[in-house]
């Protein structure tokens, strides 16, 4: 298991400690949890359940063809 350091002011210290008790975690367990929940490549949950939600909202399919045609291209 590999180790890192952190330069934390007193102000963000006592948030981690205090996070940390609340959660029954010791510190470095609660900042790995955290890490991993905001370094995801995932989207969250809630992002997740919005799909589909706004039914005016257009697709890029429905874009494409509210554009107006290309130009010709000059060739080279």
Not at 24 to 29: D, F, T, V
Not at 30 to 37: A, D, M, P, T
Not at 42 to 70: M, S, V
């Amino acid at each position: 298991m590999s180790q890192i350091t952190l330069y934390l002011d007193d102000a963000t210290q006592a948030l981690v400690e205090q996070a940390a008790q609340a959660n029954g975690l010791s510190k470095s367990r609660w900042v790995s949890e955290i890490i991993r929940k905001y370094a995801a490549h995932e989207w969250p949950q809630d992002c997740l359940a919005l799909a589909g939600c706004f039914a005016d909202f257009p697709l890029r399919e429905d874009i494409a063809t509210a554009l107006p045609a290309d130009v010709p291209r000059v060739g080279f």
